[in-house]
């Protein structure tokens, strides 16, 4: 098992644009799930984009030491939550028309937006998602 800061490096090392820290990757998908529950309203390719955030968390938790998982899954598993209850689950049916779906495993890319606006939502509701309108949220 590994720092955070080997952790970091070796995920760079494998194709990751930088040598990200749990804490701006923490923040990263703090920050979208805030969003995507107001509405979310830039395009499907910076939203798919964004999404990457919490893939990296999951590469990470594979080879972190035990105390740095204990001490972040509280907060990731809080998110997490918050990011279902502001997503639908339609097992990637409509992120897949936009984007290569990745394994079962990385659930997140199995749902989308609850609330549908801008940019996103006009491409999603074209590819089948039903949500709600922001002004009706």
């Not at 990457?52 to 972040?72: F, G, K, P, T």
């Not at 606006?117 to 509701?125: C, F, I």
């Amino acid at each position: 098992m590994a720092t955070e800061t080997e952790v970091g490096d070796l995920l760079h090392q494998r194709g990751w644009r930088t040598a990200f820290t749990v804490a701006e990757r923490v923040n990263a998908w703090a920050a979208l799930v805030s969003v995507i529950e107001r509405g979310y309203g830039d395009d499907i390719y910076e939203y798919t984009n964004d999404l990457y955030c919490r893939n990296w968390l999951h590469e990470a938790w594979l080879l972190l030491d035990e105390h740095i998982v204990q001490l972040w899954t509280p907060k990731i598993k809080a998110l997490d939550d918050r990011y279902k209850a502001a997503t639908v689950d339609d097992d990637g049916q409509t992120l897949d028309q936009f984007h290569r779906l990745p394994g079962p495993e990385l659930w997140w890319w199995r749902r989308h937006p609850r609330i549908l606006t801008g940019d996103l939502g006009r491409s999603l509701r074209s590819a089948g998602a039903i949500g709600t309108d922001p002004d009706t949220a």
